[in-house]
């Protein structure tokens, strides 16, 4: 379904054959012997691959640099940050050198870029879009592109189940190819006042706001349903750090000047107890 459509895949996904930097000094060289399962899913659908866009070193950060290929800057104007971790990806696709383009988002990673660069960024459900191993539901992989469109028949190519995957989701990915040109009345839709306390810029309350009433203008039925995030602001460093340490350590012990602050604070994972990921698990299974 995505026949002779360009495509480039993240630098953190592997493609064989073709350097996988990971934003990285360490993999500056690297090239892998194999695709990551979500480039062969994509190649399987028939895109054609134009290359890789670009990271922060490790994923790490809600800023596009590295000291590999340099920063990534807004498309609109190049003062200005275009946001990550998919910043190169969401650039690219501003700029009109693909249609479509894979990411990645533990923390905002497919949805900050796409909104600093005026695309589309979609974060499915953990397990939506497989990845190979890990039972981690923070980190997942989704689609982006210049259009709803565009972003859903990228989503039908990605999302098939795969035992590969333990949180692997049973789904029909060919409904996202269904034509969005559909009625909306009487579909629900869930609003929020105040995200439970956590902060957020006071111009988002205005776009929020917006789109509330374009829903209700397609008579949808708003229901507010605002959760409960308490605590949640101590679990997810705790969740990620730990989850990030097992690769990052390593490296910053061989070579720690190549590793930039914010991989170096997130070592602070080897101070957490067993106590503080089980409160951490446990608050995470709550808000699940």
């Excluded at 660069?117 to 980190?139: I, K, Q, Y």
């Excluded at 997810?236 to 000047?257: D, G, Q, Y």
């Amino acid at each position: 379904m995505l026949h002779g459509l360009p495509v480039a895949h993240k630098d953190l996904v592997d493609t064989a054959g073709i350097r996988t930097t990971r934003g990285s000094l360490f993999y500056k060289d690297n090239i892998p012997t194999r695709d990551a399962l979500i480039v062969t899913r994509i190649k399987a659908a028939g895109a054609v691959m134009c290359g890789k866009t670009n990271t922060p070193e490790l994923g790490a950060g809600s800023q596009t640099f590295n000291q590999v290929f340099g920063a990534t800057r807004n498309p609109y104007d190049v003062t200005k940050t275009c946001d990550g971790s998919s910043g190169g990806a969401a650039v690219a696709l501003a700029c009109e050198m693909v249609l479509i383009a894979d990411g990645s988002d533990t923390g905002g990673s497919l949805l900050n870029p796409a909104a600093f660069c005026n695309v589309v960024g979609l974060r499915p459900s953990p397990g939506h879009a497989p990845t190979e191993g890990g039972w981690d539901p923070l980190s997942v992989s989704g689609p982006m592109a210049r259009s709803v469109a565009d972003a859903a028949l990228f989503l039908s190519a990605i999302a098939i189940p795969d035992g590969r995957s333990p949180l692997s989701l049973i789904d029909d990915p060919a409904r996202y190819r269904a034509a969005l040109d559909r009625h909306f009345k009487g579909v629900r839709v869930a609003g929020w006042q105040g995200l439970g306390g956590i902060p957020f810029e006071s111009e988002i309350r205005t776009v929020v706001d917006g789109n509330r009433r374009v829903f209700a203008d397609l008579g949808c039925v708003i229901e507010d349903a605002e959760p409960d995030f308490t605590g949640v602001d101590q679990a997810f460093p705790a969740l990620r750090f730990a989850a990030n340490h097992p690769r990052n350590s390593a490296l910053l012990r061989e070579r720690p000047e190549w590793v930039k602050d914010t991989i170096k604070y997130e070592a602070a994972a080897e101070r957490l107890t067993g106590v503080d990921l089980g409160r951490a698990t446990a608050r995470q299974t709550l808000m699940f």
